[in-house]
């Protein structure tokens, strides 16, 4: 059975940085790639970033969010990684890893930014 198990949200101050896990079961984790995606109270969900399988040397992002969140895998421990810096109250949504050839969602974890 497929899981994601986003954690690490929280609320910060604008400025302040997150990092975000999702520890991924079910599937061999290595062998693809993945999403990040957020959902803000009254708006669609949007693609954050994504990273690509094995050694994840590719990734690429959103330009709302490049140049200051970076995505990395840990394949040992089967978790994608957000890490998110100079935060801003534009990124307050409920974030959600992804994995796409699966058609897998996280449950979401809050990010709140206080300006």
């Known amino acids: 059975q497929v899981q994601l198990a986003e954690s690490g949200g929280g609320l910060v101050q604008s400025g302040g940085s997150l990092r975000l896990s999702c520890e991924v079961a079910?599937?061999?984790?290595?062998?693809?790639?993945m999403n990040w995606f957020r959902q803000a109270p009254g708006r669609e969900r949007e693609w954050v970033g994504s990273?690509?399988?094995?050694?994840?040397?590719?990734?690429a992002y959103a330009d709302s969010v490049k140049g200051r969140f970076t995505i990395s895998r840990d394949n040992a421990k089967s978790t994608m990684y957000l890490e998110m810096n100079d935060l801003k109250p534009e990124d307050t949504a409920v974030y959600y890893c992804?994995?796409?050839?699966?058609?897998?969602w996280g449950q979401g974890t809050q990010v709140t930014v206080s300006s």
């Open positions: 990273i690509t399988s094995g050694g994840g040397e590719n990734t």
């Open positions: 079910g599937f061999t984790f290595s062998n693809y790639a």
């Open positions: 992804n994995a796409p050839r699966q058609k897998a």
